[in-house]
């Protein structure tokens, strides 16, 4: 099958290679593709897609920041920063440098990738109404940093290129992981042009910091914010529903969207191991029926959508990717 999936295996976030020791496998892309190989969907990898350049990061991050990303020397301390490699006492923090196959400063060139990808997931939502990028969803990344495991965000910097290039005016973000989309609702608040919705935990990372520092922003509000408090899992679909009708009338003034960038987190699903998840558990089901809702949703509007992974942990959580696929490609099939 010739479907508008992207899978870049050269992009991979394979934080083991650099001596750090945090949950997020680069593997959950291989176990879809190993997934969707059984259901007779075989991916070849997609590999001739374009760097961003630097000016595209510019548009939406601090010029410095951007400029330190690209020195290898400087970039080493905005990584370690962004996945949290150093303690409050100074020491390691699920960070051993000796285990390390690949310097720090590397990883930059595979989270330039991934951003690299969501913006051609997008192009290619353009041309087919959906498409499926097994990585991207770099939520929590901010104008000045990065934060939690997110340096740069994919979904901003593509959107706007997609605007300087005339392809679209409007844009959507619909953020499904299980937290909330602090650095999207940050970047996007001065911005009429892109609407945003996160569905997030009520009462975890990053909305129950007590440090209310101005560069990580999190009390900023999205258009469409909605809290699924601990125990309300049966509630999440319905919430889900009247969050994207509200965002639909907060639009009609503007028109509708040219295109919706979902972030497809897997950090929900109650089989994902990260602690700060733990007080959202759907079910595997849930998550189907979540995929469904959404995809469904604006294939009726006939709205082109880019789906990315987002958040998850483990070696359970390719399941729900894997089923979210699936039904986006029976759906428009």
Not at 63 to 76: H, P, R, T
Not at 239 to 253: D, F, H, P, V
């Amino acid at each position: 099958m010739n479907l508008p999936i992207i899978y870049c295996p050269q992009f991979e976030l394979s934080l083991k290679k650099y001596g750090i020791f945090i949950p997020l496998l680069n593997q959950r892309s291989k176990q879809v593709v190993h997934s969707l190989h059984k259901a007779n969907i075989v991916l070849t990898p997609t590999l001739d897609i374009p760097l961003l350049t630097a000016q595209d990061l510019i548009f939406v991050h601090d010029k410095k920041m951007v400029s330190d990303l690209f020195n290898k020397k400087k970039s080493q301390a905005h990584l370690m920063a962004t996945y949290e490699l150093i303690d409050s006492l100074g020491n390691f923090n699920r960070y051993d440098p000796k285990q390390s196959q690949r310097p720090l400063s590397d990883l930059f060139i595979s989270i330039r990738g991934q951003a690299s990808a969501t913006y051609y997931a997008l192009k290619l939502a353009l041309e087919k109404n959906w498409s499926y990028f097994l990585g991207g969803g770099m939520h929590h990344a901010h104008f000045k940093k990065g934060s939690g495991f997110c340096q740069i965000h994919d979904g901003i910097v593509a959107l706007k290129k997609l605007q300087r290039e005339k392809k679209i005016k409007r844009a959507w973000i619909v953020d499904l992981d299980a937290h909330k989309g602090d650095a999207t609702a940050a970047l996007a608040k001065n911005d009429p042009s892109i609407l945003t919705l996160s569905i997030h935990m009520k009462n975890s990372w990053p909305t129950n910091q007590i440090n209310r520092d101005p560069l990580t922003p999190w009390w900023i509000k999205s258009t469409v914010d909605i809290e699924v408090a601990e125990g309300e899992e049966k509630k999440y679909l319905k919430k889900l529903e009247a969050g994207l009708i509200k965002l639909e009338k907060y639009s009609t003034k503007i028109g509708p969207p040219d295109v919706v960038w979902v972030i497809d987190g897997a950090d929900a699903f109650c089989q994902d191991i990260l602690p700060s998840t733990a007080p959202l558990q759907l079910s595997q089901y849930q998550m189907l029926q979540r995929s469904s809702f959404v995809a469904s949703f604006f294939a009726d509007r006939k709205i082109p959508q880019a789906w990315v992974m987002g958040g998850g942990y483990g070696s359970k959580v390719y399941k729900t990717h894997t089923q979210s696929i699936l039904f986006l490609s029976s759906l428009f099939s």
